[in-house]
């Protein structure tokens, strides 16, 4: 007998019998007949597949509707899945950086169920500004007399440069000319922007008179780049903002700073190192500010400028500014998330990433004690303890720094490696998946960062 003419052939029903029975009445209504239509015709074509190729139906075929269901809620699935971020970063770039506040998600929400004043004026039915509402909102925070926002802070990079220095010399330290995560480095910025970079002093150390001596008339600007994603020990030296803006004061030349992660609020009161704050470089004189919004400040991704009045003005002029602007639920979120700095003492309570970052370890390690009780009984081919770990920040934030934590780790009592990856992989593909680490054949759930026990419980004990 050919494959062409085998008597399984006829057990694949046709389409139309298949629309008209009754299990598929919910797909219909669901997915619409197109589209389970053409999903059921896939399955034939599997079906025929495996009959010339193995001789055999495969086993779904037992239950058409279900194998339809299974395909269409596949397809139907969200490409951004929610996950459970047991890495030991806060801060995961990979994961999204920071989870947004409730009062930022609502106010995302309510913009894009609504037409909003984005760019319309309330006072004259006028045009208004996307950034108008938030620059009032940022200068009251930082003390700056203007700001502009756009979608990422290597876009703020670019703007800054590309509209204040195109065609001239921008000054900056060798020890900051950094890269950043995705192969953003200040050079490469400085030549898309078309600025010709002057690199003044040695990596480790750089001096005030390295910058006097570097400024000509073609000076455009003085840069300093906060390097928040690595660490110089040892003999070093560098000039402080303050004094950089000083110097720039004294030769007219401009000085910008980007400081990357960001922070508004002294972390050190909360236990956690200082970083430079916003508020201290305009203080201090610098003319242009620029940090994320998606990191230490907690909120959606995008990138913020303050400073001065008249500098701002030519990054909103700029044609690039249009094609870098942040949309109306990116405005929204951001928004709502700098209005929880006006109420410092409920930041730590309203904002995620707060308090995340400073979970006290006790607290962690006394969840992981009770998650141990219930999820070991449930994984005996593993030694499920509990133990101390170090978290970190991420995204480029206090990347030597460490936060004191817990973690639960799974190790194969066979010493299986094989075995640990199985693992990982099966809660990978979970509903909602359990993203861990492996690391001196353990298996590690950092709990830093888990606050929703039942769901984590439901997906491990399924």
């Known amino acids: ?45 599997r079906a025929r597949e495996a009959i010339r190729q193995q001789q055999a139906l495969p086993v779904w075929c037992v239950d058409w509707a279900q194998a339809a269901r299974q395909q269409l809620d596949g397809e139907n699935a969200s490409a951004l899945r929610a996950v459970f971020n047991l890495t030991g970063t806060v801060l995961h770039t990979n994961l999204g950086r920071a989870l947004q506040a409730e009062a930022a998600i609502e106010a995302v929400t309510q913009a894009m169920r609504s037409p909003v004043t984005l760019e319309y004026s309330l006072d004259d039915a006028g045009r208004g500004h996307r950034d108008r509402a938030l620059a009032d909102l940022l200068c009251r925070l930082t003390g700056a007399e203007d700001a502009c926002i756009v979608n990422n802070n290597a876009a703020a990079v670019l703007l800054m440069l590309a509209a204040t220095a195109s065609g001239k010399e921008v000054v900056v330290s060798r020890g900051e000319l950094v890269e950043i ?43 300093k780049v906060h390097a928040s994603n690595y660490h110089i020990e040892g ?65 959606p991704q995008a990138g913020i400028i303050v400073g001065k009045k008249a500098l701002i003005a030519q990054l909103q002029q700029h044609p690039l500014k249009r094609a870098l602007r942040a949309d109306k639920m990116t405005l929204a979120a951001l928004e709502a998330t700098l209005r929880l700095y006006l109420h410092p003492e409920k930041l730590r309570e309203n904002l995620p990433t707060l308090r995340l970052l400073t979970r006290p370890q006790a607290e962690i390690y006394q969840q992981a004690q009770r998650l141990q009780s219930l999820l070991a009984p449930h994984y005996e081919a593993y030694s499920v303890q509990v133990e101390t770990c170090l978290s970190q920040i991420g995204s480029g934030s206090l990347p030597v720094e460490r936060l ?39 298996l590690w759930l950092d709990l830093r960062c888990l606050e929703n026990e039942s769901r984590f419980l439901e997906m491990l004990l399924k």
């Open 235 to 299: 003999f070093t030296t560098a000039v402080e903002a303050s004094a950089l803006a000083a110097l720039g004061d004294e030769l007219n030349v401009p000085v910008i700073a980007d400081l990357g992660s960001g922070s508004l609020v002294d972390l050190s009161l909360y236990g956690l190192p200082k970083e430079p704050l916003v508020q201290e470089m305009i203080a201090a004189g610098v003319s242009l500010v620029s940090f994320s919004g998606d990191k230490l400040l907690g909120g």
């Open 181 to 223: 995560g995705g192969a953003f480095r200040i050079p490469d910025v400085m030549r898309q922007a078309g600025c010709t970079l002057c690199e003044v002093g040695t990596t480790n150390r750089t001096h005030e008179k390295d910058y006097r001596q570097a400024v000509n008339d073609n000076t455009a600007l003085l840069m």
């Open 1 to 45: 007998m050919t494959t062409e003419n085998h008597p399984l052939y006829s057990q694949i029903p046709a389409t139309d019998r298949l629309l008209r029975d009754e299990a598929f009445e919910p797909l219909l209504t669901q997915f619409g007949h197109q589209r389970v239509a053409r999903t059921l015709r896939q399955l034939q074509s």
């Open 404 to 442: 004191p934590s817990a973690a639960l780790t799974f190790t194969p009592r066979d010493g299986s490696g094989s075995l640990l990856h199985a693992l990982a992989d099966r809660w990978r593909s979970l509903p909602e998946p359990v993203i861990g680490r492996i690391s001196d054949g353990r």
